[in-house]
């Protein structure tokens, strides 16, 4: 067993996620313990503050959800966040805790891995099923948390289009003396469709803890990337069957006037796990898009639950599903039927992609005054499902990845524009800084850029 690439129950420090040193390159410390048994193995997984949390969420302060004038913008902590938000890449900026946070996800994922290989031969049958729920739930770790990072650090993926382009090192040993270099993007999600498809093989069907994933979890992150990546019959295929894996709310029992209106844990939820902290998530001054303020009608619920009116000259996001000043980043039943309308709707059921955002919208306007949504036509349809999630996955990382993948498509590709202090800035449709530069200690080391 090497005895060195082990870890057990220990959080890295901070240094470890925001200094100065790869995490590629980061080495367990001596004094952690090795992970003998299943319980060992589990508790690994089990630590929410590695494996739940820190999902990347400078895409969302890129996205145009996010509105704010000049205050807000220089109460941001960090710069980093500055030039998000203006869409800036000058004075040295990097993006460090996405990177780090993410491939600590994969390391924990890997050591469990190994250990689980090395156990197989020996584990009883009376373990055999615990041992299988760890493999998947390791597998899926890692297959989220690299998918997580290709979708900052590389190109929106065309398949058969941009196949050789660069995607993210595909780190799959715990050893730290491995340094692979940038998998093209076609064997990276070729790497993370692999993971998922085996993390389903192995995961059960229920899991006792909404932080531990399950089957319909893993087939639901597959639903989402394979829409991502425009296999629309495999993205409907998969969440067709998912629609029934919870229960929808009901808006209307729901108290506006809470300070956050949804429950945490509440019965949408399928796999929590939290986007990671900056200064924007609990500014006052960071405004939701006042376009998309008019966008709730009336009779709309979403318009109360999701936004604080309580100052009109700045109205602010606080429906999170985490149920406070957190934003939701894991797997949820509302999105699924996103999925699944659209889905349908690309390949031609329009009545069946229809019939689902219905199903969806009528929980969540007022009782009794819902008016089913028509479309006779694959382009209204798609008009309505696509305008939809913006408005029911409102403040998630959602949007970044909305915006990368529609942009493909002249019809949705969208121009966005900030006005700040006097200045316009501009992100085009394909511009190079929808991607996030890869941290500079990488390219040091000699890890490639991004343009």
Known sequence: MQKHIYILLTILSAGVLMGCEGYLDQKPRKSLVVPETLDDLQALLDNAVIMNSNVPGLGLLASDDVFMEEAGWAGLFAEMEQQTYLWRRDGGFEVIGEWNGAYQKVFYSNVVLERLHEMEEVVSANERGRW?????????????????????????????????????????????????????????????????????????????????????????????????????????????????????????ELNPEDPFPVPFLNSEVLFQSVMAVYSFTFSSLVQVNPILQASYAANDLRGRIFLNRQNPQVVTFKGSYCGNFDYFAGISLNELYLINSEARIRTGDVAGGMEVLNTLLEKRFEAGTFQPLEASSVATALAFVLMERRKELLFRPSRWYDLRRLNNDSEYATTLVREMGGNTYILAPGDNRYVFPIPQVEVDQGMKQNP
């Open 132 to 252: 299988m729920a760890l493999k998947g739930a390791a597998l899926f770790f890692r297959g989220s948390a690299f998918y997580d990072l290709v979708r900052i650090f590389a190109q929106a993926y065309q398949p058969g289009v941009n196949d050789s382009e660069m995607g993210i090192p595909l780190k799959l040993t715990a050893r730290v003396t491995e340094r692979p270099g940038r998998a093209t993007l076609e064997e990276t999600y070729k790497q993370i469709i692999g993971d998922l498809n085996q993390a389903i093989e192995f995961l059960p069907v229920t899991a006792s803890s909404l932080n531990r994933p399950n089957k319909p979890v893993a087939e639901s992150l597959l639903a989402d990337l394979h829409l991502q990546l425009g296999n629309y019959s495999m993205a409907r295929d998969l969440s067709s069957s998912l629609l029934q894996a919870g229960t929808l709310l009901d808006f209307n």
